[in-house]
């Protein structure tokens, strides 16, 4: 299973790789719980300035200043269709907030979540950093 997790607005000050451009709790563990239940090769970070970007992607990337809310300088929803399509991300397991599950609705064909899973639930970012920790090496799909 393909498992997608967000970008995040603390980054390193130097261009990296991309599974290190992001410094933020939230992003640590997301990644954390990724790497601990699908390959790395089958985890993607979506990056509100690039789109879909696989894990192991070798190059550095800058630091940058765009999120979801900013409609004018954030990737085109018409890119990330494309870009899912070229990737073949048919189904995948999504972690991130509402910006992040609605743009990965419109693009990919089958996606579940944290929210979906339990939508009884209020589901802060501290809330999901410690249903992750409590489920690491466990698959919720």
Known sequence: MIVIIPCGSKKSNEPT???????GGYFKWCKKWAESVTSKEKIYILSAKYGF???LYQKKISPYEVTFNN???CIAQNI?????IYFNIKKAFVLG???YIDRCKLAIDDINSIQELYPEKRWGIGYQMQFLKNNLGK???
């Open 53 to 55: 970007i696989n894990y």
């Open 71 to 73: 409609k004018i300088n």
């Open 97 to 99: 907030g509402k910006n």
């Open 80 to 84: 990330l269709n494309k870009q899912a």
């Open 17 to 23: 790789l991309i599974k290190n451009l992001y410094k």
């Open 139 to 141: 698959q919720l799909w």
